[in-house]
């Protein structure tokens, strides 16, 4: 099994900036796509970015340009770098991993809050 725990989030002003860390755990060599969701309250949970084991990058129209998903394998943490935030951007962030053909894992989520 694969375990995940998020890290980073917080408040920030439009226009700044936060990191989200995911750091993995177990089964980790089966991981083949790590990704990011977001959930608004009295929203669906919605996919930001994705980033394969390999090279291939994802990201929802909302974010491009402002969002960069990254990948550290020595210390098995994803990132998302977010800038030029938005309130729009206020969500509950969640990692996902997919690994083993067909299963996946969640994090717990981490709040961010963007707001003047």
């Known amino acids: 099994q694969v375990q995940l725990v998020e890290s980073g989030g917080g408040a920030a002003q439009p226009g700044g900036s936060l990191r989200l860390s995911c750091e993995a755990s177990?089964?980790?060599?089966?991981?083949?796509?790590t990704g990011w969701y977001r959930q608004a309250p009295g929203k669906q949970r919605e996919l930001v970015a994705t980033?394969?084991?390999?090279?291939?990058?994802n990201y929802a129209d909302s974010v491009k340009g402002r969002f960069t998903i990254s990948r550290d394998n020595t210390k098995n943490t994803v990132y998302l770098q977010m800038n030029s935030l938005k309130p729009e951007d206020t969500a509950v962030y969640y990692c996902?991993?997919?690994?083993?053909?067909?299963?996946?894992?969640w994090g717990q989520g981490t709040q961010v809050t963007v707001s003047s």
């Open positions: 980033i394969s084991s390999g090279i291939w990058k």
């Open positions: 996902n991993a997919k690994y083993a053909y067909s299963a996946q894992a």
């Open positions: 177990g089964s980790i060599s089966t991981i083949y796509a």
